[in-house]
């Protein structure tokens, strides 16, 4: 059999706003999105190298961070997100993240999607969130009392995924340095028509100790919770932030983690445990570990969930996307975008 020639993939551009609209009320499918994209990943079909940091001196609350990731299964695509993180543009009412995220062809290695990627980098977080807050909680009684510690937007994604796939709560607590962020959720949550009761608290240590289900999304670049008796309630904690939670903490808890080796870089609190403690004991797994049945939680210390935040979870979400918008033939084509096709013209 004769292989047919490779060619050119037409390119295309996906704003935020059909982004949005392929992604919208999709929470389930997009959990069972990410949990399958974590067990490719897991056996080995992707490629997931270290995030590169670009900051600055001359801004250092500020940063861009790529991601280049290859995945295979079903989505098989290869690409590039880029996102940047500037904490200072929510004083102006503007989100701190944005991004896009690049799909390259495996075929010819041509780039063919460039999609707004800052909705996607928060689904995909949401998701994955959602879907530890499920796992992690299954050999305890399912939390009913959850406690949002930093309320900004992906406070709010996680929310929304939570309610998507099934969560309720009795009551939804909230704290934040900033009483504008913690106004800010409160209206949206009102907004959303959740049926919990909502109680905005001044104190963390209040916050920790009346959540069985705590979420940490803050912007705190290291750890400013240290005592471990505020989860003498063996909560479960998605610790998104990363470096919130002091090394004790960690030591007293069930460590879940996305991937090892991402995770233990970058300062986070996985790192400097394991700066502290000179090995990886503290670690008892990934997710996938514990999809798979490789890890059981105990409930009787908290459990905390660490995402590094996997390039291969934004090039699912992506692809997904992509493939949706392509269906509905809403493709904007960029003609000509490559131009030069001939070797010798
Ligand atoms: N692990 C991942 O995969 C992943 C993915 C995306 C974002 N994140 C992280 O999620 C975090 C939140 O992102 P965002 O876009 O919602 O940011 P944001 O700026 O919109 O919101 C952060 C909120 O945290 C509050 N805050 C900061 N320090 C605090 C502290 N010590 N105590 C209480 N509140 C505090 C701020 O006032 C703000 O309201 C960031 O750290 C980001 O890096 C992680």
Redesign the pocket.
């Known amino acids: 059999m004769t292989e047919s020639p490779l060619t050119v993939p037409p390119f295309a551009v996906i704003s935020g706003a059909r982004v949005r609209a392929a992604l919208h009320g999709r929470e389930k499918h997009l959990v069972a999105v990410v949990e399958e994209t974590y067990r490719l990943h897991g056996a080995g079909d992707s490629v997931n190298p270290p995030s590169s940091f670009l900051r600055f001196p001359d801004r250092p609350a500020s940063r861009m961070i790529s991601l280049p990731a290859s995945i295979g299964g079903e989505a098989r695509v290869d690409g590039l997100k880029w996102i940047s993180?500037f904490?200072e543009n929510?004083a102006s009412g503007l989100?701190?993240?944005s991004a896009v995220l690049i799909l390259n062809d495996p075929a010819t290695g041509y780039p063919f999607a460039c999609l707004e990627s800052s909705i996607i980098?928060?689904t995909?977080?949401a998701a994955?969130a959602a879907s530890a807050a499920d796992w992690l909680s299954r050999g305890r009684p399912r939390p009913v009392r959850v406690g949002f510690?930093?309320?900004?937007?992906?406070?709010?994604y996680i929310h929304t995924f939570l309610e998507g796939t099934g969560w309720s709560f009795d009551e939804i607590g909230v704290?934040?340095?900033?009483a504008?962020?913690?106004a800010g959720?409160r209206r949206y949550l009102e907004q959303s028509g959740t049926a919990g009761r909502i109680i905005v608290h001044r104190s963390?240590e209040e916050l920790i100790r009346q959540s069985d289900l705590v979420v940490f999304?803050?912007?705190?670049g290291e750890p400013?919770v240290d005592d471990p008796s505020w989860f003498a309630h063996n909560p479960v904690v998605l610790h998104?932030?990363?470096?919130?939670l002091a090394p004790r903490i960690l030591l007293a808890s069930t460590n879940i983690v996305?991937d090892v080796e991402h995770c233990l870089h970058a300062a986070t609190s996985p790192h400097l445990t394991e700066q502290l403690t000179g090995n990886r004991d503290f670690l008892h797994g990934t997710l996938d570990d514990v999809m798979r049945g490789r890890v059981t939680i105990p409930a009787d210390r908290p459990a905390v969930f660490?995402?590094?935040?996997?390039g291969v979870l934004d090039l699912a979400v992506g692809k997904y996307v992509y493939d949706e918008v392509a269906r509905s033939r809403q493709l904007q084509v960029i003609d000509d975008f490559f131009h030069e096709l001939r070797r010798y013209g």
Not at 151 to 156: D, F, H, K, P, V
Not at 175 to 178: A, E, K, N
Not at 217 to 220: D, K, R
Not at 240 to 244: E, H, P, V
């Open positions: 993180s904490p929510v989100p701190r993240a980098s928060a995909r977080t994955s510690f930093g309320a900004g937007l992906i406070a709010r704290h934040d340095l900033s504008d962020s913690a959720f963390a999304a803050t912007i705190a400013h998104i932030s990363l470096r919130d996305d660490s995402p590094f935040g996997l």
